[in-house]
């Protein structure tokens, strides 16, 4: 495997791993993945060539670590420890990604251990309570990890000097077709997709997901049949948002989603999946906009957004002050045996 360095403008950094059939690439400005390629074809969205230009203004957060919260929070507000702590309203009226002083937009220092059968990234930062309202200042690692097997591994580290939540994710999108079709082809295989319904400003309306396996009556589901299901529970999630933006249960925490060429295994030790088909692709006016409505797809590894609110202090993200918090995810990509064998 080799690793190289390019500078860009900014304090940008791009960090180009090759491993023969696939590379990969990751950049400073938010602990951010760049591009992921299977010989030419791009199997997510980004821009390695200008990505000091475009990251900066890109509202997607393409590649990008979020945090300290990755999903909403309801009303921007929770409480713990019997304190309420009030955060900034920037998806009114709630938070999402852990406001605008998040992860995403942060240089992070970081070190290159270049191993045998691995390369792997740290990148670190840390995050003051004073920035952005969350109780406690944390120090905060994210290991980027690429080995001779094609896989993607993202660690979380981190500690905070107070009790906080703390719930991290990579906000990839996928794109496994080869002419960058819209994502509607890909399947999703896994032994559970439960489904947590959202309303209409896509905060978690309560925690009774709907089994989609069964409601399909399938082992494996794609795209275009959740897209255009007739069963009108589904329909009312799907139609007003133009897609998919919802937390998944899924099975033994692992899901596996292709099209005729390729598979993408994720295994995580996080409880929840959220899938965002990238419904809407209009707000950002900018000529690097080329993107239309399910150019990507997420597969954002996280516990269930705005959880504080619905487990409160039984919540999975409350993070205890000096506790080491740690999560793990992969992602391998293959390619399949012949388009044939489907
Ligand atoms: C997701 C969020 C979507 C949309 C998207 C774009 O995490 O659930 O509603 O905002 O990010 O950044």
Sequence with gaps: MIVEVEKQRHGIDLIKIDNNDTN???T???ARIVSWKYHDNNI???NKVEADEF???NPYHFGAT????AGRIGNATFKLNGHDYKLEANDTPHQLHGGSHGLDNRLFEYDIQDNITNIKLTFTIQLKSEEDGYPGDMMIKVIHTYDVEHRWTVEYKAQSTEDTVFNPTNHVYFNLNRDNNVIDNHKITSTKLNMYPIDETHLVANAQPIDLLKTLNSDSVCFKDIFNSDN???K???EPLNGLDHPFDIGNQELTMENNEFALHLETTMPNVVIFTFNDTTKWQSDFNIYKAHSGVTLETQCLPNDINIYNNKARSILKADEE??????YQISEKESENDI
């Excluded at 979020?66 to 919260?69: F, L, M, N, Q, V």
């Excluded at 918090?325 to 992969?330: D, G, L, P, R």
Aim: net charge positive; charged share 10%.
């Design 232 to 234: 009108e529970q589904l």
């Design 236 to 238: 009312q999630q799907i």
């Design 44 to 46: 997510i969205l980004g």
């Design 66 to 69: 979020i945090g300290r919260y």
């Design 24 to 26: 990969i690439v990751f």
């Design 55 to 57: 990251y900066p203004s």
């Design 28 to 30: 400073n400005y938010g």
């Design 325 to 330: 918090f740690y999560s793990k995810t992969t």
